[in-house]
């Protein structure tokens, strides 16, 4: 398995506060990503990083900042949350070595409830 | 922009029965392909993937095989376990994307003995 942790796996917080989700990884791998997992969505892309200090936004990336100061952890931040965000939130990894060769290896994801 | 449509679960089944669960895609050019498997509590594994027209992906007697004609990429099993209990997720990487995947809504698998 990758070396992916994703901490804390269960938080509960109330409307308007801010809360941050770490995603930390072993693999030394470029690329990271955080999804979140909703019922009838499958799972939507919310920002993903390509290096350290590099980030781009995703499908659903409003309500959402990141920030990657080491190649190892890649944070996520919501800055007043809200209950729509209420959704189970995976990070995941790569490091494509070819264009058509690339492997996403996720996080056991984190559980949010907004109040 | 791309898209990825399965079929609607829960599909259930009993033991040692066929699987098949559908997906089509929508993207220019040529995608690379993938399936991902997702047991209870747990996050998402890649359980087959394939990278031109007319692969076949398998793994754990899971198959599914690029379809460019039809622009889909069916997964099937020619005989399911409980253990295969599962939501199964259907995903494409476009060419140039950035290695983003763009994901299928997920289809519930419920195998029973």
């Known amino acids: 398995d990758a070396g992916i942790t994703q901490s804390p796996r269960h938080k509960v917080t109330e409307t308007g506060t801010p809360v941050t989700l770490r995603c930390h990884q072993t693999?030394?791998?470029?690329?990271m990503y955080w999804y979140r997992q909703d019922p009838g969505h499958g799972l939507r892309l919310i920002h993903y990083s390509y290096g350290v200090k590099d980030t781009d936004k995703g499908e659903v990336s409003d309500g959402y900042s990141v920030s990657r100061s080491k190649t190892e952890d890649f944070l996520l931040t919501l800055e007043s949350a809200t209950s729509s965000q209420t959704s189970v939130y995976f990070c995941?990894?790569?490091?494509?070595?070819?264009?058509?060769?690339?492997?996403?290896?996720f996080g056991p994801g984190t559980r949010l409830l907004v109040l | 922009g791309n898209s990825v449509t399965q079929m609607e679960g829960p599909v259930t089944l009993s033991e040692e029965a066929f699987l098949t669960i559908n997906c089509t895609y929508t993207?220019?050019?040529?995608?690379?392909l993938f399936w991902y498997v997702q047991y209870p509590g747990e996050g998402l594994q890649l359980l087959l993937k394939?990278?031109?027209?007319?692969d076949k992906g398998s793994n754990k007697g899971f198959e599914a095989t690029y379809r460019k004609e039809t622009t889909s990429f069916h997964l099937e099993k020619g005989s399911v376990q409980v253990s295969d209990s599962a939501v199964y997720f259907c995903?494409?990487?476009?060419?140039?994307?950035?290695?983003?995947?763009?994901f299928g809504g997920g289809t519930r698998l419920m195998v029973k003995p």
């Open positions: 995941a990894i790569s490091d494509p070595t070819t264009l058509t060769e690339e492997t996403q290896y």
């Open positions: 995903a494409l990487r476009k060419d140039n994307a950035g290695n983003m995947l763009t």
């Open positions: 993207a220019t050019g040529y995608p690379s």
């Open positions: 693999e030394n791998h470029r690329y």
């Open positions: 394939a990278t031109k027209a007319d």
